[in-house]
């Protein structure tokens, strides 16, 4: 039982910071929440959506009972029942499609709600597991740039977030720190202030684009013929580190080659910046040291994005930037654990179907041999965040459809459901969640008592698998029995370390440590310890969707939708977490050599269109966004527009060159006034 006072805890959050916090507990209910200095990049600092969690916590929204659909799907009309109920009501219906449609038929949905083992990828891959469902590609994000690192290095741990301090010229591409790990802002002005030099490559003016020496304001899905231009240079001016290609990489001729066609007018042309900018670009990373590229998630949502992704990390390689702190890379760093929460769900993964969450819509509308019967959400908000909208939409009101929903709050989704489960926040129950920016693994506790009667996932998950006769005797079932089998499961045997580690709410390091050097503690985790710089099995992969590996795949626009329209995060959100707190209207952002000659003013109303759809929404003139760009923040509620759709209405399902990603930022679009 939690008791008034402070507690330790950590925010296990979609964020690479991974902070550590002081929650502050009176009467029963989180009165602040704070960061604290168990974590030297924390220390003491957290971002506003964190200190204001208490309001998403206690918001009139927040979910408290379990509920039965009492009206329309859509309408958000519902009746409390009993937990019993609801999980017998649950528990037979996925038993029904089980036995008439086949395991398949059940398609669970979830991504990044909550990034802990306990709570995604343990008990409920144990329930869907031996229920036979399909399986789900969580594809939202960082596939493409997963499959990028990982054929390049193995996933080779990047640089601490920390010795951004260290670095005299950084590279921030495709990544706003100011809206998506805010801690990192702090040390690249410390940097600046030692005299670093900041590049920022951006479609946008970023908070940090400000102060930058350069911005290359790239237009969307071209990141990958401007990296191969940087690369061009440093081999042309002979800025490349011959020597360390020679000892550290393999296929070097192959990279080169490809780079060597992409001369800085080429690609300046494609992507819209000055050929000027590409030279001055690679001329001053070549001379600094220690150099770093930060590379954000923005690279790859576009058709290019794998390979946009490989070639940007790709230039640390070329000028022979590791070696140094503040040197070389860095992006997820989710290879320095090796952890998974399948040790607590001890259950094999099912040879069925594999179903691409970016096109959930195509799978509850178009799916046969069987349909999708059930569809069990988590952890997620699919028609908040998920490409073709309106085709999730019209998967969601099929009658045929058994819809569950285990939320906070009444997102969007949930108004969909047959029956509505009200899930714990991560201040109410256990988990285990290691950072991707910051090198640090939590055990997180409960820190406050749970809001009405809402219950954490392994607990309803459990009671399912127990209904369904799916439990074993030697199921873990008690968050530190999970814990432990996780911890115990660790590839680098330090299971007994970690716990030991993971005590009054410390985190711990990775076995690369907490601030590892490239190429001095950490190595490219392939046998032979070299960079990959043109991987086979991502060139078998891209030859399998379209052009060679490292080939640019032009613009999607035409002459009807001429615009890109990008859907970047937000200070306020994560994806369409907290979105519910938003109490405004949203507007898109046009630049003034957009609105003119369409004769859009500063607070008109426009509709915003494609074949997929449109959303209507009031205009914001800006030179904030490039010309020929236009913005609509992600993870949007449809109370947030005025026809109650968002951009992922206007968002194409196509996939990425490599992992099957999405493609957010190729959506192509029209602009009227209303």
Not at 224 to 249: I, K, N, Q, S
Not at 348 to 365: M, Q, S
Request: net charge negative; with cysteine.
């Amino acid at each position: 039982m939690v008791v008034d006072g402070v507690h330790p805890s950590a925010c296990p959050l979609d964020c690479p910071d991974s902070c550590t916090l002081d929650v502050h507990v009176t009467g029963g209910r989180v009165v602040a929440v704070r960061g604290s200095d168990r974590s030297s990049l924390t220390d003491g600092v957290i971002c506003g959506k964190v200190t204001a969690f208490a309001d998403h916590m206690y918001g009139d929204e927040r979910l408290t009972l379990p509920l039965r659909r009492t009206g329309p799907k859509g309408e958000g009309r519902f009746e409390p029942i009993s937990w019993d109920d609801a999980l017998d009501t649950v528990a037979e219906n996925l038993a029904r499609v089980r036995d008439t449609l086949g395991g398949e038929a059940i398609l669970p949905c979830s991504y990044g709600g909550s990034n802990g083992a306990l709570t995604e990828g343990a008990v409920d891959a144990r329930l869907f597991h031996r229920l036979g469902a399909s399986n789900l590609a969580r594809t939202l994000c960082a596939m493409p740039s997963t499959r990028a690192q990982t054929g390049m290095s193995g996933k080779m741990v990047g640089g601490s977030l920390e010795d951004v301090a260290h670095s005299r010229f950084v590279v921030l591409w495709g990544v706003n720190p100011s809206a998506t790990g805010i801690h990192l802002v702090s040390r690249v002005q410390k940097a600046r202030r030692a005299g670093a030099k900041l590049i920022v490559v951006d479609p946008r003016r970023i908070p940090l684009a400000r102060h930058a020496d350069l911005h290359l304001r790239l237009r969307p899905g071209t990141d990958l013929p401007l990296a191969l231009a940087v690369a061009h240079e440093l081999f042309r001016t002979g800025a490349a580190d011959r020597a360390f290609l020679a000892e550290h990489c393999r296929n070097v001729e192959a990279f080169e080659a490809h780079a060597m066609r992409w001369s800085p007018e080429r690609a300046a042309a494609v992507a819209g910046v000055e050929a000027d900018d590409v030279r001055c670009l690679a001329r001053m990373y070549a001379e600094a040291s220690p150099a770093l590229i930060r590379c954000g998630w923005g690279v790859e949502r576009s058709r290019n994005g794998g390979a946009g992704t490989f070639a940007v990390l790709a230039l640390a390689a070329v000028a022979g930037k590791f070696g140094i702190r503040g040197g070389g890379f860095t992006m997820s760093n989710t290879g320095a654990w090796q952890l998974s929460g399948g040790a607590a769900a001890r259950a094999e993964v099912p040879d069925t179907r594999w179903v691409n969450l970016g096109r959930i819509g195509r799978a509850l509308t178009e799916l046969r041999d069987p349909p999708v019967g059930a569809l069990f959400v988590y952890n997620c908000n699919p028609l908040s965040t998920c490409p073709d909208q309106e085709a999730v939409r019209r998967g969601l009101l099929r009658d045929d459809l058994f819809t569950v929903v285990h939320e906070q709050v009444m997102t969007d989704t949930a108004r969909y459901a047959d029956v509505v489960l009200p899930a714990t926040t991560f201040l109410e129950h256990h988990d285990l969640a290691r950072g991707y920016g910051n090198l640090v693994l939590h055990r997180i506790r409960p820190a406050a008592p749970r809001v009405g009667e809402s219950r954490p996932n392994h607990e309803v998950f459990g009671a399912l698998c127990d209904r369904l006769g799916l439990s074993r005797d030697d199921d873990p079932r008690t968050p530190d029995a999970m814990a432990d089998a996780v911890l115990d499961a660790d590839g680098h045997g330090r299971g007994e370390e970690l716990r030991a580690a993971l005590i009054d709410g410390r985190p711990a390091p990775p076995a690369a440590g907490a601030r590892p050097v490239q190429f001095v503690d950490t190595f490219p985790l392939h046998e032979d310890r070299r960079l990959d710089l043109y991987p086979e099995e991502l060139a078998r992969e891209a030859r399998e969707t379209g052009p060679e590996f490292l080939d640019y795949r032009p613009d999607p626009a035409t002459d009807e939708h001429p615009l890109a329209l990008i859907s970047p995060a937000e200070r306020g959100t994560v994806s369409s977490t907290f979105g519910q707190l938003r109490r405004t209207e949203v507007r898109l952002m046009v630049h003034p050599g957009d609105a003119e000659p369409r004769g859009i003013a500063d607070g008109d109303v426009v509709r915003v269109f494609n074949d997929l759809g449109e959303v209507r929404v009031a205009a914001k003139v800006t030179d904030v966004v490039r010309a020929g760009v236009v913005s609509l923040p992600k993870g949007l509620w449809a109370r947030h527009t005025r026809s109650g759709t968002t951009a992922n209405a206007l968002i194409p399902d196509a996939l990425t060159d490599l992992g099957g990603g999405l493609c957010f930022n190729d959506a192509r679009v029209e602009v009227q006034p209303v």
